[in-house]
């Protein structure tokens, strides 16, 4: 009899790992909730799909648990960008390489542009090895059991009855985005085996700050360097927590402060501001700190540089030369051509330098204020724009009790694990998919394979999840 495999998801790690799982001979069957199959697919990289980055570095790659980078590092030694890059190549999908500034990495996209194409490439794909999908169906529990012969059996609890399997695959994603399907709940299911889980924290989303001027700068768009600065945490506040929280948030809050949880992270690119914040690619790759610092009630700023071309020195100089050659005109000229005019204006205002003033008038000290404004002008930041607009979570099922190379549970034999649901976010750049993909394809090849359980371990034998979800119930 074929080795039955189902799914828990069908966004991009369930699909690749069904078609991974059925290129094996199982029997593969998908189950995922929403009424469709690649939701959150079809919106990635604005519609076109950047499916992987040709600089898959690991430190592209942020976890809590995996702090020396060995598992990222084990998945990526297994399936690198060039092993996604066939991958599609086989399902017909030739790759289209964009370059950007100031990223290293070529950003792979599918040559018609069009992410419709890579899951219409999965779907006949699947379609071809007779995987079949049930959409509309909700996992409620998973039951973990030994059949008569003494191998592990799952039961399956879903909105549409009983369903059996010889191995699950886990590819339910994270918290983002949960109008896609990925609500946010999937952790509850291996929360029920014993799994530790990191909680889901947005990730790669725009900023709220605090400034009037913001409306001002609405629409705006400008390269800058950001640094954002995270401050130490305070003695008060860690006491309050530990005794909130209990041990195991403790424990988290003590990892942090450890060292893990650094003082600066920088980034640079086109920030866009809008009328509450920064956004952009930029912004986006700070969040997932921003999230930390906001659950450990850390206070934090960005550093905004808006000439990052300059140094210091280089901008205090070309000031002065430009107040020596437009001496006779008013200040509103001192900026022109170096910043959009809107956010010249704002940072004209910050100095304190009127517009009408004479360039002739402004003396040193306002000078050299307007150059430290510009090379460093500090921002707060409140939060990030939540998991409703985010399109990555950080945290997750903890990577110590993940085998790297097959994706299978360290606690329960048979169960795997793939996607956004394990506690490994990427940077924007097409990195979150190739994670999706590469532990997608490891999961569901080695869910494939047939394995003798003659030593089966006793403690694995009872594990019925039991969780039910509160809404459901309802
Ligand atoms: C707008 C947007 C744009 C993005 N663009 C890019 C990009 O260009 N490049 C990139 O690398 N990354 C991008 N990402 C991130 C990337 O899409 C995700 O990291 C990736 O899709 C995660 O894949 P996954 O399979 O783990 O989870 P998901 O794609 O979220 O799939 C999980 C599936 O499981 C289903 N499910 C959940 N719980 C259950 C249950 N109990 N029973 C049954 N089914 C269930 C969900 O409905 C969902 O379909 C983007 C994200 C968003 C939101």
Redesign the pocket.
Known sequence: MKKRIVI????????AAAIEAARTGADVIV????G??????L????G?????NTDMSPAHFHSHSDRNGTFVQTVLSAFGWEDTVQFFRELGINPRIRHYEYDEGGYVYPASGEARAVLKAFLSEAAFLNVRFFCG????SVAHMKDQDGRPLFQLD?NQGMVRADSVIM????A??PK????G??YL?PSAFGHLMWEFLPA?CALRCVGSFFRELKGVRWECGLKLMIAGPEEGVSRDRKREHGESEADYFAFHQDGLLEESYESRGEVQFTDYGLSGIPAFQLSRYVSLAVKLRRERHILLDMLPDYSPEELRQELCRRRDKFSDRNAEILLNGLLPEKLGRVMMEKAGIRANLGVYFIPDPLLDKLAALLKGFRISVLDTNGFDS???SAGGIDTSEIDPETMESRLIPELFF????IDVD?D?????????FAT?AIAGRSAGKVRRYRNYPERFETNSADYQDPEEEA
């Open positions: 828990i998801g069908a966004g991009a790690s369930g699909l189950l995922e909730h929403t469709e199959i690649g939701k959150k697919l919106m990635t990289g604005n076109r799909c950047n499916y992987t169906c909700r996992v409620y879903t590819a339910a994603g994270g983002a985005m896609t399907g990925s609500d709940k999937s299911i790669l985010c399109q990555c793939a996607g956004e649901l990427g924007c750049g097409g990195y979150n998919l190739h994670w999706a997608g």
